[in-house]
């Protein structure tokens, strides 16, 4: 917190310091509580009406009036990560749409408008990595009725936590009641140790055959669904057999793209858990990625998935942003929900 010479905490941001990273604190109103103090750290993202906006790095918006600010200032963007590899937002946006490509896509200014027949919010949402052609509520509205001449809801795909993520367009779009409906975050790691483990019985291909769909936990797939699978720069399927020629006990899927190695659809059967193949699929897929040039690793998984997120970290990962799916006010099928373990 912000200190003056006289040893006093002071407030020293203001409605002017909207879209910058600040650090404050108020005094908490809730009796019930034994603290007297709560420390927020996001990014500013309004301050009207007397009530102070910050979104934090998991997307979460804390509104604070300023009557019970008692400390504040702005603090310099989010820093980059001790370990692994050091990546823009910008940079693991591009390399993660590359790796889960929509069938159509049109642009409008800085923004990639993406579908996919429905599959996946991923495949079937704005990725807005700048500023649209024009005002943004034309953006938006030129938004729905793009997704409505094709039978679907309009969303957009935002981040935060991260340099030049979109807490500022979230804060935007909540104002106009759009949904955030799923979070997730993409996570980075070193690449080399994953591939010194251990990778017994791990087959890898170049196409999802039909025992690996078996596997897979989204059904019914479409032929825009394998469409979606198997696009990316270098696409690998690794599946680890099952017993006696039955369904595989795990898969995984990675695209390698330049330096990175993107990791998705690790999956393992029920009856086949807490022995390692999990791990198995990911290392032998790392190998194949290291001997293609990469170096660094990513993922993406959902908020709630604890025994992800502790298999993840025990490998060496750590998240690098959050990400939303942002839903238009309409009434309108959503579809297939977002990624699972490693999506």
């Known amino acids: 917190m912000e200190i003056s010479a006289a040893g006093r905490l002071e407030v020293r941001i203001t409605a002017a310091d909207v879209g910058k990273r600040v650090s404050v604190r108020r005094l908490n109103e809730d009796g019930d509580t034994e603290e007297k103090f709560t420390d927020t750290v996001g990014v500013l993202t309004s301050w009207d009406d007397g009530?102070?906006?910050?979104?934090?790095?998991?997307?979460?918006?804390?509104?604070?009036?300023?009557?019970?600010?008692?400390?504040?200032?702005?603090?310099?963007?989010?820093?980059?990560?001790?370990?692994?590899?050091?990546?823009?937002?910008?940079?693991?946006a591009r390399i993660a749409a590359r790796a889960w490509q929509p069938v159509e896509s049109e642009r409008l200014g800085d923004w990639e408008l993406r579908a996919a027949s429905g599959f996946t919010r991923r495949a079937n949402s704005v990725l807005p990595l700048g500023d649209p052609d024009?005002?943004?509520?034309?953006?938006?509205?030129?938004?729905?009725?793009?997704?409505?001449?094709?039978?679907?809801?309009?969303?957009?795909?935002?981040?935060?936590?991260?340099?030049?993520?979109?807490?500022?367009?979230?804060?935007?779009?909540?104002?106009?009641?759009?949904?955030?409906?799923?979070?997730?975050?993409?996570?980075?790691?070193?690449?080399?140790?994953?591939?010194?483990?251990?990778?017994?019985?791990?087959?890898?291909?170049?196409?999802?055959?039909?025992?690996?769909?078996?596997?897979?936990?989204?059904?019914?797939?479409?032929?825009?669904?394998?469409?979606?699978?198997?696009?990316?720069?270098?696409?690998?399927?690794?599946?680890?057999?099952?017993?006696?020629?039955?369904?595989?006990?795990?898969?995984?899927?990675?695209?390698?793209?330049?330096?990175?190695?993107?990791?998705?659809?690790?999956?393992?059967?029920?009856?086949?858990?807490?022995?390692?193949?999990?791990?198995?699929?990911?290392?032998?897929?790392?190998?194949?990625?290291?001997?293609?040039?990469a170096s660094a690793a990513w993922l993406q998984v959902e908020a709630d998935n604890t025994g992800a997120r502790a298999l993840y970290a025990g490998m060496g990962f750590g998240a690098h942003h959050a990400y939303h799916h942002y839903r238009a006010p309409q009434a309108v099928q959503a579809p297939h929900d977002g990624p699972r373990r490693a999506a």
């Open 134 to 293: 024009g005002p943004l509520d034309e953006a938006l509205a030129a938004v729905r009725d793009w997704y409505a001449a094709r039978g679907l809801p309009a969303y957009v795909q935002t981040a935060t936590g991260a340099e030049g993520t979109q807490e500022l367009l979230c804060a935007e779009l909540e104002a106009r009641g759009w949904t955030r409906e799923v979070t997730a975050e993409l996570w980075t790691g070193p690449l080399a140790p994953l591939g010194d483990r251990e990778a017994p019985e791990v087959t890898l291909s170049r196409h999802a055959d039909e025992a690996w769909l078996g596997r897979y936990q989204r059904k019914g797939l479409s032929e825009v669904a394998l469409r979606v699978l198997g696009s990316g720069p270098s696409v690998w399927f690794a599946t680890v057999p099952g017993a006696h020629g039955g369904p595989p006990a795990a898969i995984g899927r990675c695209v390698v793209d330049g330096r990175w190695a993107g990791f998705a659809a690790v999956e393992v059967d029920p009856a086949y858990r807490r022995q390692g193949l999990g791990t198995a699929v990911m290392a032998a897929l790392a190998r194949r990625a290291l001997d293609e040039g």
């Open 51 to 92: 009530v102070a906006l910050i979104t934090r790095r998991t997307g979460e918006s804390v509104r604070i009036p300023e009557s019970s600010l008692v400390a504040g200032k702005v603090v310099p963007a989010a820093p980059a990560r001790r370990r692994g590899p050091a990546a823009s937002y910008g940079e693991l």
